[in-house]
């Protein structure tokens, strides 16, 4: 018998977005001690998967980095995130606590749900990725995304199923990421949330900037 890993991707969001004001930034102060990505005061983390936070279960085994990259998780998503950005001019991303609690609550219902896959539905703007557990890493989710480059046409796209993860990475307006991660039925599912949301329709052309963009 022959075993076959995989990874795929839902496609991101109406094609028609209204936008919102965004929630004020979170307090710093308010927030330590509420995400154990990031925060040293946190305690123990599960030995096999650097920051999850304390109410998801822990995968059995780390998901392997596919280039060697070393950090937390959440370092290793913001930096994934901000060198394909970076390509198009758009400015560097922030790690969200906030939004890394919003992520993991949802992939959290995922598994509990009997480890389906869907979007939230909620205020901020979402990535979803899944696979074979092991296979997909944060640099390998982000680039998944991000090869829906090859799909996106230049200067007039816009909202389309098959590009619709890569237009979020890079969206200029968006400033800050938080993620999670659930291990269920031998899969890996990753959800990221941005703020502010990205893919507004009539927003594309000044937001998602081509690699020729002046730098």
Known sequence: MRFVSFAFVLGCGPAVRQPQPSPPPPDPAAQRGTDPWTDPSAGARPAAWTGQPDDATPPPSAPA???????????????????VRAKHCAPPLAWSPKLAQVAQSWANKLRDKGCVFGHSGGQYGENLAAGTAGVLDPEATVKMWYDEIAKYRFPDGGFSMQTGHFTQ??????????CGHVSCKGN????????????????????????????
Do not use: M
């Open 65 to 83: 980095a596919s280039n060697g990259s070393t950090g937390s998780i959440a370092e290793r998503f913001v930096d994934a995130h901000n060198r």
């Open 169 to 178: 990475v890079v969206w200029r307006g968006t400033k800050q990421v938080g």
């Open 188 to 215: 890996d599912i990753w959800v990221c949330n941005y703020d502010p949301a990205g893919n507004w329709d009539g927003q594309y052309r000044e937001n998602v900037l081509p690699a020729t963009c002046k730098k």
